[in-house]
């Protein structure tokens, strides 16, 4: 901070409100602190009796804060992403596309670690729509040194990007029913339409449903008859629990799967699988999917859709904030369900 004369101050930035009174009719802020002074701010500045003003000035080395965010939401910025013009220094994200919302989680604790920036968003991997705001990010001081603002710039390119929102690929996806009791027509498919339809939300066609018995040999024909007709995302309905009837996890194994997870530390959802034949997932999915609005599929499929790898160390994450409360009424996505990391 330092003062300089009026006429000399274009383009510093003001430390202090400049207040403006009029005998008998106001009295308030001529120009607000953090303010940058321009040459049409001058004659009001001297009708009012300011000479002299403490400014900072960015010749010596400092980033207006504006500025500041600008630059660092900029760098941190990926696909899928617009910014908002500075509001008091606070820059804005927002999604630019619908899709599968992804954060470099460790970038932003570095980011967060560099002196007076400051960069909040909402929880990963979730789905957003275009237009929702999630993320916002600005400096402490009205001011900061230029280095800091590098540092940040640094960290954000070395890692880029730290923030994005990656399209879903529309999936041809097959259908596979197990149980005895819907093959042989004893009650009739719930899970297949309730599939169908959150597919057809993620903008992913299903390209047919077989109804197999309990026999894995069925189940593993019925897979691999899918692949061979090119689907690329294979979901086998029902028959994931350790009844000695429910032979979907061998059938998987017989078909000659990767496995990646069997089990997930989420309620809804504790009976899923994760496998992959070459390129294809292939998922298990028990009977809970077919009931609560959100169960472990709202959470991994939109994931295996944009295109990212989920691992098994991902599926054991899941485990804080994997218990869903069971709310009279269900908020999901805007809850807690699935957003421990």
Known sequence: MKTMHVENAVGT?????????????EKGPAFRRGHIV???????????????????????????EDDAARRIATAAAGQGIEL???VEGKITLRAAQDGLLDINTSTLFKLNSIKDVIFGTIH???LVRTGRAMAGTRVIPLVIPDELVSQAETVLRENAPLIQVRPLKPARVGIVTTGSEVYHGRITDKFGPVIRKKFKDYGSTTIGQKLVSDDP???????????????????????????PDDQTPAAIRMAGADILAYGA???????FMLARIGDVPVVGLPGCVMYYRA?????IIPRLLAGKD????????????GFCEGCDTCRYPVCAFGKGI
Do not use: W
Request: glycine residues 10%.
């Open 265 to 271: 530390p989420t309620f809804p959802g504790a009976m």
């Open 310 to 321: 989920v691992t098994h160390e991902d599926i054991i994450n899941l485990g804080h904030g």
């Open 295 to 299: 169960s472990i599929f709202d959470l």
């Open 38 to 64: 321009t040459e049409a701010d001058i004659p009001t500045l001297l009708d009012i009796g300011k000479e002299h003003l403490y400014v900072f000035d960015p010749q010596d080395g400092y980033v207006h």
């Open 217 to 243: 040999e069925m189940t593993k024909n019925a897979i691999l008859d899918f692949i061979g007709n090119g689907a690329d995302f294979v979901v086998i309905t029902g028959g994931m629990s350790v009844d």
């Open 124 to 126: 990963t991997n979730q």
């Open 84 to 86: 908002s013009t500075p």
């Open 13 to 25: 930035v003001l430390c202090q409100d400049i207040t403006r009174i009029v005998p008998g009719k």
